[in-house]
């Protein structure tokens, strides 16, 4: 009886590792398929009042958070992780570095914290991203590549982790990350030259000069 219920036990987390995988396997699919990509999902994620979300919900977007902290950024330049830590959630009990999900909590400080990332940039054109726990990890050939060795960074909390991909991917893409000048929305520019983000606060902004304009000339004309 124990080496069945040992059995039923081992296919039951074996279940449980492959679902894991097509929901992780789905997500991605999901994020490289939002307009722009990677960096049009990541500036979508931190727009979102997660609170409101249902349970359902989370659960999608918690493995989008997950997938996105897994994938190498656009940058081929940027060290690839060695993972150091996994999510708060456990999919299987005792797991605790892989098939882990992100809690609510976790996605709601990181939205903060890239957003202050953002601010900062926007501000100074700089943004310094700290990690108090990173360790550069040496491998032999082989392990990536088959002349040489490679150089891999870890971290931890994986916050920490997701953190770095957003930096590899914000490098590539800062001067597009945008606020809009009218309804203060993040928004990726398609040109160098654009402010808003979508043509009605453009034109909105249009409409108030225009107005400011013709009072003043108004009154020009009655003195």
């Not at 060795?149 to 001067?175: D, I, M, N, Q, W």
């Amino acid at each position: 009886m124990m080496k069945e219920g040992r059995n039923a036990m081992t296919l039951n987390r074996q279940a449980i590792r492959q679902e894991f995988n097509r929901e992780m396997k789905k997500a991605r699919e999901r994020i490289t398929t939002t307009p722009n990509g990677e960096i049009g999902w990541l500036v979508n994620f931190i727009q979102l009042d997660l609170e409101s979300f249902t349970p359902s919900e989370w659960m999608v977007l918690a493995y989008e958070v997950a997938s996105f902290a897994e994938v190498n950024g656009p940058d081929r330049h940027a060290m690839p992780i060695a993972s150091a830590s996994g999510w708060t959630v456990q999919a299987i009990p005792g797991e605790t570095l892989e098939y882990t999900l992100p809690n609510r909590k976790e996605a709601i400080q990181l939205q903060r914290t890239i957003r202050g990332h953002l601010e900062h940039l926007w501000q100074h054109a700089i943004a310094p991203v700290t990690f108090s726990d990173l360790t550069l990890v040496v491998t032999m050939p082989g392990a990536f590549h088959e002349r040489h060795g490679s150089l891999l960074v870890a971290t931890k909390p994986k916050t920490k982790e997701f953190e770095y991909r957003v930096a590899v991917s914000l490098a590539y893409h800062a001067g597009r990350v945008r606020r809009c000048q009218e309804c203060q929305r993040i928004f990726l520019a398609a040109r160098r030259d654009q402010l808003f983000c979508d043509p009605r606060c453009q034109m909105r902004v249009a409409s108030r000069k225009w107005r400011k304009g013709s009072k003043k000339t108004s009154k020009k004309e009655h003195r």
